[in-house]
């Protein structure tokens, strides 16, 4: 950006004025974040003063009555239905990218993307109102309740392949044509081409769009909390009803106070540290990935 | 990678694991649209009986059974309205500062901490933004349930999306623009307002597009933050429920509202279908008109 210093004087101080004016803002914007993560301790303070980290983990369950705040349970339910989630979407979204880079006819390649693309933007309530109509009496005519991990694994994995199968198919056209040419006239099939090269060299911007769809499962509230059953207990099987975190955190705020208030603020808290850290290694796998371009 | 294209197994082997793997990749594919269609005809089929003109303009009877989403709609538009009204200003700024003047004035410091802060805020889950607007809004700042609480906690939310699209829009205008702006002594100020800005102008709407997109879907960090009535808003500082809110409550807590909520999900999705159309062409428009005066 080339700007000339000799405007006149009262067009400079104009200038001075939007420098001072716009960074102020910017600088609030930044702060909100401070704010976030100020508030989110402050109000759980009385509980984190009292007992320390140490009571989320090693009371006697979730009895918000008595004083008991074991955020354990879920937890796991919060990871299990994550990870599962992740577990089906991968593949399917992997091979639907690969699909339409170099498998689909065409006239294909447009209409899916913008399918993906509505998947993406349809809201969480909507999946969770399908789920719970649709899935939920699936599951359940299959092994009750159906209210059930397996159900929040499903639509979770539903809502999360758009993110994969996109950011799939940016990281696979990224590829360079020089490769994937080189590729073909050393005589290697379509599959030799995807397995051996496209994939491989595409890994890095796979994997950000995996971290980035586990962190958007993690945060999910309402699709999982309509189709999960929401009891709280460490789940054991596919078919338990489990309770996330995010579910609890809706379900008891509107009438928790004191310490139990606290308590849900507290694992507030601790699912912002966890999307953080994932946030935190994306960022890392993307710097990685263009400094390994760079070197190529 | 040469090295690894010349240990491939021998042809025959390769040619029946071509196949395998092009079945496989078209059934995935099929397996994708299948579920799409699945939802969408489940949602055309359970919703369209309730959907009508009346359905909305009318008032919700019998918590939400009968009658139509009038006030719903009406306090959805509401809380959209003051989170743009707060989304607009704060964004612009920044994003005009993150792209025009930041880049040699502080270090580069203050701006690797805004940059830092829009990532992390991005990636917050939303129902920690309900948590976050229940304590600042609701109870600090006194505001309790209402659509004041609901809209400015949306705006939190929309924020990092709407400053990254506008900031793209604004460091996509050819820089000979500015220089030409300077060459004929427009202050830097003016140069924003008559060249850059109206320049950026479709990127920043089609970035506006899909931060309303977002905001319209969003649930969790409204429950407990503009609350739950359902009768007609009288002001902004009366709780109302959004139409999202109005899908949840109705399919989990009333029995009997699935059919309601299906219409109300329709008639989202056709609001966010058009929304995301609007934000597309924009974008093209955009491109399109790049590529000639460069």
Same mark, same amino acid.
């Given at each position: 950006m080339i700007w000339s210093r000799h405007n006149t004087s009262s067009l400079a101080r104009a200038d001075t004025a939007l420098t001072r004016v716009t960074g102020s803002i910017a600088l609030a914007v930044a702060v909100l974040l401070g704010l976030v993560l100020m508030l989110l301790i402050k109000e759980s303070g009385a509980v984190l003063a009292e007992g320390g980290w140490i009571r989320f983990f090693n009371s006697d369950g979730w009895y918000p009555q008595s004083g008991e705040y074991n955020l354990l349970p879920m937890l796991w339910a919060t990871l299990a239905a994550s990870l599962g989630a992740l577990l089906i979407a991968l593949p399917l979204g992997v091979m639907s990218a690969v699909f339409s880079r170099f498998?689909?006819?065409?006239?294909?390649?447009?209409?899916?993307?913008?399918?993906?693309?509505? &998947?993406?933007? *349809?809201? @969480?309530?909507?999946?969770?109102?399908?789920? &719970?109509?649709?899935?939920? !009496?699936?599951?359940?005519?299959?092994? !009750?309740?159906?209210?059930?991990?397996?159900?929040?694994?499903f639509i979770l994995a539903l809502m999360i392949l758009p993110t994969v199968s996109l950011t799939s198919e940016a990281a696979l056209t990224a590829v360079s044509p020089a490769s994937l040419q080189g590729a073909a006239a050393l005589g290697l099939s379509r599959k030799g081409i995807v397995l051996g090269v496209a994939i491989p060299e595409a890994r890095a911007g796979i994997m950000t769009g995996a971290l980035l769809a586990t962190m958007r499962a993690l945060g999910e509230t309402m699709a999982v909390l309509m189709v999960a059953g929401n009891v709280v207990q460490t789940p054991?099987?596919?078919?338990? @009803?489990?309770?996330?975190?995010?579910?609890? *955190?809706?379900l008891e705020m509107p009438y928790a106070t004191g310490d139990h208030r606290a308590a849900l603020f507290a694992s507030g808290l601790l699912l912002m540290m966890i999307v953080t850290l994932l946030a935190w290694l994306a960022g890392r796998q993307q710097a990685g990935d263009e400094r390994g371009h760079a070197h190529a | 990678m040469r090295k690894q294209s010349l240990s491939f197994p021998p042809v025959s082997i390769r040619l029946s694991g071509d196949m395998i793997l092009t079945s496989l990749v078209w059934v995935a594919t099929a397996l994708v649209v299948g579920m799409f269609l699945w939802l969408l005809g489940d949602l055309l089929f359970h919703g369209f009986n309730r959907l009508s003109l009346a359905f909305l303009t009318d008032a919700p009877q019998n918590s939400g059974r009968e009658g139509g989403i009038g006030s719903i709609l009406v306090s959805t538009l509401l809380i959209l309205g003051v989170a743009l009204l707060a989304t607009l200003p704060l964004g612009l700024g920044t994003a005009v500062y993150l792209s025009e003047f930041s880049a040699n004035k502080t270090g580069g410091k203050t701006t690797r901490l805004i940059r830092m802060s829009l990532n992390m805020l991005a990636g917050v889950p939303s129902i920690v933004f309900g948590l976050f607007g229940n304590a600042l809004f609701c109870i600090w700042l006194g505001m309790g349930f209402s659509i004041w609480s609901g809209g400015l906690t949306l705006a939190c939310m929309m924020l990092p999306l709407f400053i990254s699209t506008t900031e793209a829009g604004l460091s996509a205008v050819p820089d000979e623009w500015r220089q030409g702006a300077a060459a004929l002594g427009l202050s830097h100020a003016s140069a924003l307002w008559h060249v850059l800005l109206p320049a950026a102008a479709p990127a920043i709407t089609a970035g506006l597009m899909l931060s309303i997109g977002r905001a319209l879907a969003e649930t969790a960090a409204l429950i407990f933050t503009s609350g739950y009535v359902d009768r007609m808003p009288e002001s902004l500082s009366d709780s109302g429920r959004a139409l999202s809110v109005h899908i949840y409550d109705m399919s989990m807590n009333v029995t009997g509202g699935d059919e309601t909520a299906y219409g109300s999900a329709l008639v989202l999705i056709a609001m966010l279908v058009l929304i995301s159309s609007i934000a597309v062409s924009l974008t093209n428009r955009f491109l399109a008109q790049r590529i000639t005066p460069s």
């Amino acid at each position: 950006m080339i700007w000339s210093r000799h405007n006149t004087s009262s067009l400079a101080r104009a200038d001075t004025a939007l420098t001072r004016v716009t960074g102020s803002i910017a600088l609030a914007v930044a702060v909100l974040l401070g704010l976030v993560l100020m508030l989110l301790i402050k109000e759980s303070g009385a509980v984190l003063a009292e007992g320390g980290w140490i009571r989320f983990f090693n009371s006697d369950g979730w009895y918000p009555q008595s004083g008991e705040y074991n955020l354990l349970p879920m937890l796991w339910a919060t990871l299990a239905a994550s990870l599962g989630a992740l577990l089906i979407a991968l593949p399917l979204g992997v091979m639907s990218a690969v699909f339409s880079r170099f498998y689909a006819p065409v006239w294909m390649v447009s209409p899916l993307r913008r399918i993906m693309m509505l &998947l993406a933007g *349809i809201p @969480s309530v909507v999946y969770g109102l399908w789920g &719970l109509t649709v899935l939920v !009496p699936l599951v359940g005519s299959w092994m !009750p309740p159906g209210s059930s991990l397996l159900s929040a694994i499903f639509i979770l994995a539903l809502m999360i392949l758009p993110t994969v199968s996109l950011t799939s198919e940016a990281a696979l056209t990224a590829v360079s044509p020089a490769s994937l040419q080189g590729a073909a006239a050393l005589g290697l099939s379509r599959k030799g081409i995807v397995l051996g090269v496209a994939i491989p060299e595409a890994r890095a911007g796979i994997m950000t769009g995996a971290l980035l769809a586990t962190m958007r499962a993690l945060g999910e509230t309402m699709a999982v909390l309509m189709v999960a059953g929401n009891v709280v207990q460490t789940p054991g099987s596919l078919f338990d @009803s489990v309770r996330v975190l995010t579910a609890n *955190i809706a379900l008891e705020m509107p009438y928790a106070t004191g310490d139990h208030r606290a308590a849900l603020f507290a694992s507030g808290l601790l699912l912002m540290m966890i999307v953080t850290l994932l946030a935190w290694l994306a960022g890392r796998q993307q710097a990685g990935d263009e400094r390994g371009h760079a070197h190529a | 990678m040469r090295k690894q294209s010349l240990s491939f197994p021998p042809v025959s082997i390769r040619l029946s694991g071509d196949m395998i793997l092009t079945s496989l990749v078209w059934v995935a594919t099929a397996l994708v649209v299948g579920m799409f269609l699945w939802l969408l005809g489940d949602l055309l089929f359970h919703g369209f009986n309730r959907l009508s003109l009346a359905f909305l303009t009318d008032a919700p009877q019998n918590s939400g059974r009968e009658g139509g989403i009038g006030s719903i709609l009406v306090s959805t538009l509401l809380i959209l309205g003051v989170a743009l009204l707060a989304t607009l200003p704060l964004g612009l700024g920044t994003a005009v500062y993150l792209s025009e003047f930041s880049a040699n004035k502080t270090g580069g410091k203050t701006t690797r901490l805004i940059r830092m802060s829009l990532n992390m805020l991005a990636g917050v889950p939303s129902i920690v933004f309900g948590l976050f607007g229940n304590a600042l809004f609701c109870i600090w700042l006194g505001m309790g349930f209402s659509i004041w609480s609901g809209g400015l906690t949306l705006a939190c939310m929309m924020l990092p999306l709407f400053i990254s699209t506008t900031e793209a829009g604004l460091s996509a205008v050819p820089d000979e623009w500015r220089q030409g702006a300077a060459a004929l002594g427009l202050s830097h100020a003016s140069a924003l307002w008559h060249v850059l800005l109206p320049a950026a102008a479709p990127a920043i709407t089609a970035g506006l597009m899909l931060s309303i997109g977002r905001a319209l879907a969003e649930t969790a960090a409204l429950i407990f933050t503009s609350g739950y009535v359902d009768r007609m808003p009288e002001s902004l500082s009366d709780s109302g429920r959004a139409l999202s809110v109005h899908i949840y409550d109705m399919s989990m807590n009333v029995t009997g509202g699935d059919e309601t909520a299906y219409g109300s999900a329709l008639v989202l999705i056709a609001m966010l279908v058009l929304i995301s159309s609007i934000a597309v062409s924009l974008t093209n428009r955009f491109l399109a008109q790049r590529i000639t005066p460069s």
